[in-house]
């Protein structure tokens, strides 16, 4: 198995003819069903069993989260939640915050697992286009949420290449993602540009 691979010229008012960069390509998304079923093929737990347990880790990892605490998972890494707001003075020029809300989970994976990786074998896959069928709603929310990360701006064009859509493809879904609040649309139509909400 090899993670998949392709070259792409930047955008952008910094791009030149000359330069690439290469970006992995996602081969799909694992639901929490379909990886309950690999665990219990690997383990003497059963398939529900997994699940319980995953939904309960995940429901514990988003108190200690809302706690403002640290997730530290051994062997997988570190969780831990990043914030934005609005920072505005009162009449007496005091710092005052507003709008505060959690921006996203920051994600810093440990030594261990980057070890176990070491050995990871890589194929380039030129990006044809493929079927809009074959991209889940959580592939389209999470090349979205990676790549609007940390304030971040992406066209649509970049949005397209990383999931192998056509132009028009890639427009009416991030379309649909705007409308759900999850993005949010930068620029005029000639120009427009995306940002994780």
């Given at each position: 198995?090899?993670?998949?691979?392709?070259?792409?010229?930047?955008?952008?008012?910094?791009?030149?003819?000359?330069?690439?960069?290469?970006?992995?390509?996602?081969?799909?998304?694992?639901?929490?069903?379909?990886?309950?079923?690999?665990?219990?093929?690997?383990?003497?737990?059963?398939?529900?069993?997994?699940?319980?347990?995953?939904?309960?880790?995940?429901?514990?990892?988003?108190?200690?989260?809302?706690?403002?605490?640290?997730?530290?998972?051994?062997?997988?890494?570190?969780?831990?939640?990043?914030?934005?707001?609005?920072?505005?003075?009162?009449?007496?020029?005091?710092?005052?915050?507003?709008?505060?809300?959690?921006?996203?989970?920051?994600?810093?994976?440990?030594?261990?697992?980057?070890?176990?990786?070491?050995?990871?074998r890589f194929a380039r896959q030129p990006h044809g286009h493929r079927p809009a069928q074959e991209v889940s709603r959580e592939m389209l929310i999470e090349t979205a949420q990676r790549?609007?990360?940390?304030?971040?701006?992406?066209?649509?064009?970049?949005?397209?290449?990383?999931?192998?859509?056509?132009?028009?493809?890639?427009?009416?879904?991030?379309?649909?993602?705007?409308?759900?609040?999850?993005?949010?649309?930068?620029?005029?139509?000639?120009?427009?540009?995306?940002?994780?909400?």
């Open positions: 198995m090899s993670i998949y691979y392709d070259f792409y010229r930047p955008t952008g008012r910094f791009s030149d003819d000359e330069s690439y960069y290469v970006r992995a390509l996602t081969r799909e998304v694992k639901t929490t069903a379909e990886l309950s079923e690999i665990i219990q093929a690997r383990t003497t737990a059963t398939t529900s069993d997994v699940k319980v347990v995953l939904d309960a880790l995940c429901a514990t990892m988003s108190e200690e989260l809302l706690r403002g605490n640290h997730v530290q998972i051994d062997g997988l890494g570190t969780f831990g939640a990043s914030m934005r707001g609005d920072v505005v003075r009162d009449k007496l020029g005091r710092l005052q915050l507003r709008n505060a809300r959690v921006h996203h989970v920051r994600f810093h994976p440990s030594n261990a697992l980057m070890q176990r990786l070491v050995d990871a790549l609007g990360s940390d304030g971040a701006f992406f066209t649509t064009s970049e949005y397209a290449s990383e999931l192998r859509l056509t132009l028009s493809t890639a427009r009416r879904r991030l379309k649909g993602l705007v409308a759900e609040g999850l993005l949010t649309q930068f620029g005029t139509r000639g120009r427009t540009f995306f940002r994780w909400a």
